[in-house]
């Protein structure tokens, strides 16, 4: 039943995106930066770990999720350790994408060749 | 005369067609959320860790794929055939990211990998950061209250 959320979920999700991307102007660049911060929008009140728990991964996937990580560990941060984990807690739950995406990228295009 | 220019050129510039496109979008990007909930499962009934490491082992995977297809060439066609489907799910940001260091890297490791890399994702990163600041600045307020 979970796969069918996840479906249902991540499919809606990018067909909103697509939709707003063929009805204005704006590049695929302003888009994943508008659900990056509807993501951290919905984790104030901790809407997206509801949507988490119905949907699983198809919530875990979008780049919504990354918005709901940095708000989730900055929240987290600031009530472990008080206003200094504002700054210290936000890339905690992130690190793993970013420091993926630069590492994987950085040694593959140092052994592949731009393809045309 | 300016607008009859309009007039020409939307005339002969191709035609989106939306509901088509958003179809699409819908399929792939579904299936990219059951392979997460797959990979999800997957991970932590074989290594038997808790659902939130085998998340971090489904991003870390999903990114590592869409990095060796962008290097290898195909995967630009997928997006462009794809568009939102795979632009929105996170192999889009891995995506970019790859995308960006292979265009630079005949520049040189410093100048063209290094400060170019996140020249296209960074965006992401910078307004996730700010918009996640304020939104838990916001939080703590009405936490006071």
Redesign the interface.
Known sequence: M??LN??????????I???I???TKLT??H???I???VG??L???NIYDQIILW?????????T???HN??H???HG?NTEGVLG?FSG??DL?A???S???I???F?????E??D | MKKSYQDITEKHSPK?N?FM????????????????????DGYSSWFDIPTKEA??C???T???FS??FT???FFDKWVNFC???L????T???HA??S????F?KEGLVTG?GMN??K??G???I???V???V??????V?GLI
């Open positions: 979970i796969y996840a479906f249902l979920f991540a499919g809606i999700v990018c067909a995106a697509q939709i991307l063929d009805c695929p660049g888009i994943t930066v659900f990056v911060v951290a929008f984790d104030i009140f949907a699983g991964g198809g919530a875990l996937v979008p780049i999720s990354f918005g940095l708000t560990g900055a929240i600031y504002l936000t890339l992130t793993a994408g970013i993926a995406a630069i994987f990228s950085f593959l295009s140092l052994i592949f731009p393809k | 989106e939306i496109n958003a179809f699409i979008s819908f399929i792939t990007g579904g299936i990219m959320g059951i392979i997460g909930q797959l990979l999800i998340t971090v489904m991003l870390v999903l990114i590592f990095c060796l290097s290898f060439g568009k939102c489907g632009i929105i799910p996170i889009g940001f891995a990211t790859m960006a260091a292979l265009e890297r990998i890399m996140l296209l994702s965006a992401v990163i307004f996730g950061v918009s996640s600041f939104f838990s600045l916001l939080r703590m009405v």
